[in-house]
T-cell receptor
Framework: DVKVTQSSRYLVKRTGEKVFLECVQD?????MFWYRQDPGLGLRLIYF???????EKGDIPEGYSVSREKKERFSLILESASTNQTSMYLC?????????????FGPGTRLTVT | GQNIDQPTEMTATEGAIVQINCTYQ??????LFWYQQHAGEAPTFLSY??LDGLEEKGRFSSFLSRSKGYSYLLLKELQMKDSASYLC?????????WGAGTKLIIKP
């Protein structure tokens, strides 16, 4: 079974703090993704990575950065958290199956910025 | 572009059948996914269609018509636990392109 884990289920941070969200997958997947999900807006891609040390901007990268030093770990960084970054953050990974790119999700981190 | 449209919310009765539609406009994709997402939880895989036609898996079936830019998810014998959001997504070029999801409410 593919397992994707995220460091926290719930997180409360103050405006201006630097926030790290960690994601680890145990299936040797090449591709990893960070999304945020807000009511009525669906899943929006922040960043993705298709290999170690590689990263690509998604649809809404502003205010975020990422790090992928090891294949199994993909970190999302909020350099200076703001209240509009309050959201559910979902990490996903997918194998290099060019037929489908099925994604496997972690449980999510609900971040509140006050 | 790859606009994907789904109804925002649907209501159905326990034991009934419901069809959730997904329409899209795109120049090309590998296949179309349906995922289920219960409130506060992560999306989980339901089905993947590559070829046109109906794929049946127990109480759930998914249909794809590439020529019409259309897919649907059919849920039969609805149960209260089917109350969830249903997301369709197009697959291609490392990524999935997601619809906003349809929230399905099941009433007794």
């Amino acid at each position: 079974d593919v397992k994707v884990t995220q460091s926290s289920r719930y997180l409360v941070k103050r405006t201006g703090e630097k926030v790290f969200l960690e994601c680890v997958q145990d299936m040797d997947h090449e591709n990893m993704f960070w999304y945020r999900q807000d009511p009525g807006l669906g899943l929006r891609l922040i960043y993705f990575s298709y290999d170690v040390k590689m990263k690509e901007k998604g649809d809404i990268p502003e205010g975020y950065s990422v790090s992928r030093e090891k294949k199994e770990r993909f970190s999302l960084i909020l350099e200076s958290a703001s209240t509009n970054q309050t959201s559910m953050y979902l990490c996903a990974s997918s194998p290099p199956d060019r037929r489908s790119y099925e994604q496997y999700f972690g449980p999510g981190t609900r971040l509140t910025v006050t | 572009g790859q606009n994907i449209d789904q109804p925002t919310e649907m209501t159905a009765t326990e034991g009934a059948i419901v069809q959730i539609n997904c329409t899209y406009q795109t120049s090309g994709f590998n296949g179309l996914f349906w995922y289920q997402q219960h409130a506060g939880e992560a999306p989980t895989f339901l089905s993947y269609n590559v070829l046109d036609g109906l794929e049946e898996k127990g109480r759930f079936s998914s249909f794809l018509s590439r020529s019409k830019g259309y897919s649907y998810l059919l849920l039969k014998e609805l149960q209260m636990k089917d109350s969830a959001s249903y997301l369709c997504a197009l697959s291609g070029n490392y990524q999935l392109i997601w619809g906003a999801g349809t929230k399905l409410i099941i009433k007794p």
